[in-house]
């Protein structure tokens, strides 16, 4: 990449504290053009704000992209990944990590449709996110530059960050002054929460770092039961209701939250090579994880489950690392998506004070053979015999190894 | 195999009717002499009766062995197969089948001591079991005689088997005369259940299936609290009290089941190549699971961790088939405990209504390094410029695939 | 499987001694209608004889199928599979393996069109290719009876087999009186030799057993050097003239054989559990997969190729065992072929008494950059501070290592 | 790492040109100590010369170091490595790879034992090299400072290079004036060419970069027939005379240089990104592979070598890319090593003109059974009636999903 200043710049921008200090960085630093991209992923928070933020620190209106996002964001990459039950690290359902590559997308194509020749990004130089953005935007657009303020500038205390915003008119809201707690990253797939009050992984996460679900404490006393149907791997409706891939999730996540099921206190392994401790919150993903399991049960042949089962970890791997617009990762959903095309049929879970469970499943493509698995008469479909030579020949080579043990003592 | 008939048997045997029955028909089929090997596996029944019931069957004292395998089935089956957070099918943790192949080990190893020629099980034709006492004998003596009674002769109903059982006087609890509503395998991991009420995948499971755990829904209402300690990743203290592997299982047990933590309701492929549907209970296994996850999560390396993620799939479809005894089983087992030196230390697990969460970790051992981590001032232990370099090189391969695919187009 | 007598049955039939003495005994033992497939896969003999000798054991004209199916069994098969560079044990181009389930798929869909209930094989019970057809056969008719002779009669030697055929006025040609040396299967893509003279690994196979490339010794003196282009990872042209799947295996296994390339002397691993010595000559085989490798080496990004590396070994073992027709192939095929957009290009191999080497290759779709590798001034393509980055944070969690091994230590 | 200078340097020093200007830039740069490294792994070239002018270049003699380590080589890096039949990519033998571990191991011991607070290497910015060298050396000491002096410097052109030398008094040969047409690396298991002349992947490499090999046309017109011995998966011994590990690898060495084989002109993916053109000669490599595989053939039980191949391509890579020390190679190579106990026997080659095939092996450890294999009578050894049930309960779940596809279309 040229080390030259970039002419105009595409900035992810919340609206926020922190990505107002930078479209200001950006004007000041570079003498640069700032157009914003602001997106609606269901994070939960207007959008009209960040309008009226990027007017009032002089980005032309033909400058400022607001885009809901919702949809796609489900549809293209959280019901995809899905389809893998992917999890990082055995329990990380990969919330941030499957938005990072849309927030890329659009900023590479906005740059295309306005001319410019960088993108920017409010990701620290410690974690995940900055590489996630990185390698999306590449990978979409070789010659993109990319502007990554906090590695760059010397903004590395609050206190000169407070004063950038002051030195240039920055609206500071009261409950900014001081420092948060802990940072929250939200969209429709969960909310997590790191650092400050949380970096003690001894130390339990205080009650208010919970944002979207409910103490299990707190829940219902009474379980509630709901039906989840699929069609080729995807949810398309509740309790027989069929919805959009978005609605579907969002209603997931009130069901989910209110009975306080999705929370995860977890150390994990950056791709940076650090250890850190993110709490998540994930009410909808956890529903929908169990639940396509469930439907995978009867659906799903063994050697296809299997196979999915063995290379899961790797593909949850690319996706956390940032690789989701690669050869091989495309490869994998490839391979993925063929096992989908019966993975089609209905799924009832009991959600409970915390914990939710398939209880029931059900399906025209199930695989599931009453007839042969019966501890009752057969009638026939299953010769009991052929077990025998089954076991006579997968203990061959157990034998001739036994065999070579003994000979060799002998 | 030669198929003569063998001349001396050591039987699996429960003391309950239908190895009772396996026991007469041996006799009475083949003429031969039985030995019976009862173990106490944790199934939570009285050895005594089996004792006499194999008596009264006519067996000599010096034919029956009774043995407690308690310490032996936890400390060299189960802890080493939770090294490797071992899951089949991403739920079930293999409670039956690990079990099997220290029956087998026994079962051969009385023949080696009594001269018996032959070992019997009273596994079905048609389930997963038979595999797996077989592959393990076969491959601990590659001359033993298996007999698989259910596979060969024609007591096919329930009615047949209660006419020979007569026939031989037999005695026959009450409680046996009509057929039990599903079948129960137990031990000191779990319990399962699974036929008949149970078949019908759609259907939830009746209450009354549940032995080991109590409904989430009458659990306390207040959560509880539990440290568990590790070496080289294994449990050895709970609540900073030592205890030997079998009494960890056992206190775990009892404070899963009385939280209502460990049912799993599933769908799973059995290796003879049906589904079948079973419902387990593995209170404190499920706590052993996650707490091993979150001890691991702060002193295992990350490509430590990738790695064994990557092979687990593996490892339990290995031991769900009947393998433990195999070569790719003790190759697989070597680089998991190679990965367990400096997994050492305590978590803090909360146990509420179903659900067990890892809320706490700590140790020596830790690879967590606050200082690297912390969003305060890190003191120059990490360069965030580093990641520039990362990322580019990160992306290289990346730009260049796009730059193809734009030269390709243009 | 029902286990009465088949009505009708279609026999795999080469026209040869032993598939003859299968169709009088299909008759004779089952009374049953025989339907003959004869299938030219480039096995080298004429098929005219096997229409004759068919006739001459009373099949009905309508009931003798006799095909040429040498493209659709490189096209559908032998180049799917090579798109993989499937090595079977690291060694073995699965010559055998991969012609079966093609045959299969034509007897399965004869016995559609004729009415027949049954197919039956020639292959013995010992070996791997009953378990390809069948499990082929199963897999695309589930209703389908197969018939595997040698499994069931009792001509269990030469001197029976001669006789049933002599009873029966089965011609024999005159070599055929005596035993064969040793046992041949052939197609396009290989001669496979087994048996007998070689059945001690320890021996080397004798001269007369190669039948389809010249000893290196005997081949030309004087290296020659050929080009194949490839698209979308299939082989395309020879020396720059284009040409079908068929006729391009054909000419490479006449380069091949002529200069004494492709010869394996192999001990490899059945699926039934034991190990077997076989002869393998794939001369055009051989080419095709240094050639494949040399486009792929600049055409393949290395996320690409490195997945696909990692998955081979189970890809190839699956066609070994007769798992062409199943889902986690075809998904494996998915991921595979979605590797090949871009694997396009020519390469130049040398051929010299014996051996093949890729010398040369090149594409419009080449990733290779001499821009960036350069040892010479690279205009700033690349920044080789980057690089310390890079390591740094591949380092970190080595250092994090390191420095816990000397804290526990110190 | 503390970015400030170093007082004490280990270099890796050749006595070559490009590590002489090292050596005094260091001195220069940093005014610090340096100590020299100089060791023969096999490369081929005399010591005593870099002895000669790291005194002429001013180091004194207590911090001159200058080691055989042949045997620490081939035994403790080589050796594990072909235990793995490990290939870089498919075909490359890790030459180079396997080699810098061992130096990055000295390099940081002679730093611990001189008080020295870094090391320096003289790999470039673009490579492989300097990330093997630096994992390894941050692997082993956390707190070690790399100095990478091509990543550095403004030594960027050959004119600027010899400028320097020639300001600071560093003899320069004759033949080092121009350029080099390429770059070479050697030990005892490879020599590698790169760069320059052979930077078109296009074009044949010319006769004058092998080094190591004869033409394969140039080689003996008669075949030669070697035997190696194997013990626990180690060579032992050739033609039946026990040899010392670097011994055994010098011999090969001769003998597949003699016949020209081990020849590889190959395009590699570099872990830093990009592509690059290697021409490798490794005749006793290639040699040692050969007859590896054929040992295992017969001594290595299916799973363990399925499970062995099925991990390779991760292993070769975690060595290509400089992971030698890391938990997951180790743990890997515990793997490996647990399914080496019975890898022991004799392999016959035959070598002739430019390729190496395994023709014979025995050993008694064999697991090959002529006794089943057999064509002939088995006397009982096998029952091929126990492969219809083999077969039946692998079809199960292919009938099943045939089932399912037929219902749903019917």
Redesign the interface.
């Known amino acids: 990449?040229?080390s030259h200043a970039p002419k105009k710049v595409v900035l992810a921008y919340s609206g926020g504290l922190d990505t107002s200090i930078i479209l200001k960085w950006l004007q000041t630093e570079y003498g640069c053009e700032v157009v914003t991209f602001t997106a609606d992923l269901g994070q939960g928070e207007e959008l009209d704000p960040a309008r009226k933020k990027a007017e009032l620190l002089g980005i032309a209106p033909e400058n400022i992209y607001i885009e809901d996002l919702r949809e796609e964001f489900v549809r293209d990459f959280v019901f995809p990944m899905f389809r893998a039950?992917a999890l990082y690290?055995?329990?990380y359902l990969l919330g941030t990590s499957i938005a990072r590559p849309l927030i890329s997308k659009r900023l590479v194509e906005i740059a295309a449709a306005t001319g410019a020749d960088a993108v920017a990004h409010g990701a620290?130089?410690?974690g995940n996110d900055?590489?996630r953005f990185?390698?999306s935007a590449?990978?979409?657009?070789?010659d993109i530059k990319v502007i990554?303020p906090?590695?760059e500038w010397d903004l590395?205390?609050r206190t000169k960050l407070l004063e950038f915003a002051e030195a240039h008119q920055i609206p500071i809201a009261k409950d900014k002054r001081g420092e948060a707690p802990f940072?929250v990253d939200a969209n429709l797939l969960h909310t997590s929460s790191e650092?400050?009050v949380l970096?003690?992984?001894?130390?339990?996460?205080p009650d208010y770092v919970y944002q979207r679900t409910v103490a299990?404490?707190d829940a219902p006393?009474t379980?509630e039961y709901v039906e989840i149907s699929f069609e080729r791997g995807d949810a398309t409706a509740i309790n027989g209701e069929a919805m959009s891939p978005a609605t579907i999730l969002t209603k997931l996540n009130e069901l989910g939250g209110k009975h306080g099921i999705g929370?995860?206190?977890?150390?994990?392994?950056r791709f940076?090579?650090?250890?850190?401790?993110g709490i998540y919150e994930t009410p909808g993903g956890t529903l929908l994880l169990e639940a396509h399991?469930g439907i995978e049960?009867?659906t799903l042949?063994?050697?296809?489950?299997?196979?999915?089962?063995?290379?899961?970890?790797?593909y949850a791997?690319l996706i956390y690392n940032?690789?989701w617009?690669?050869?091989?990762r495309?490869?994998?959903q490839?391979?993925?998506?063929?096992?989908q095309k019966?993975v089609s049929g209905t799924v009832?879970l009991k959600l409970?004070?915390?914990?939710v469970?398939?209880?029931?499943?059900?399906s025209?493509?199930?695989?599931?053979?009453?007839a042969?698995?019966?501890?009752?008469?057969d009638a026939?479909a299953?010769?009991?015999?052929?077990?025998?030579?089954?076991?006579?020949?997968?203990?061959?080579?157990?034998?001739?190894?036994?065999?070579?043990a003994?000979r060799?003592k002998g």
Chains 1, 2, 3, 4 share one sequence.
């Not at 929370?263 to 392994?269: A, G, I, M, S, W």
């Open positions: 990449m040229p039950n690290e055995g329990l620290t130089g410690k900055q590489v990185e390698l590449y990978a979409l657009n070789p990554a906090w590695r590395t205390s940072s650092g400050k970096e003690d992984p001894a130390e339990d996460a299990p404490e006393d379980p929370r995860l206190d977890f150390v994990e392994n940076v090579g650090m250890k850190s401790r399991r049960q009867i042949d063994s050697g296809a489950g299997h196979l999915k089962d063995s290379i899961m970890p790797r791997e940032g690789f617009f690669s050869p091989e495309e490869m994998l490839a391979l993925i998506d063929a096992s019966h009832r409970y004070k915390g914990s469970r398939c209880v029931g499943r059900w025209d493509h199930s695989l599931y053979s009453e042969h698995v019966t501890f009752e008469d026939g299953y010769d009991q015999k052929d077990a025998a030579g089954f076991i006579q020949l997968n203990a061959l080579r157990l034998k001739l190894l036994a065999a070579r003994r060799l």
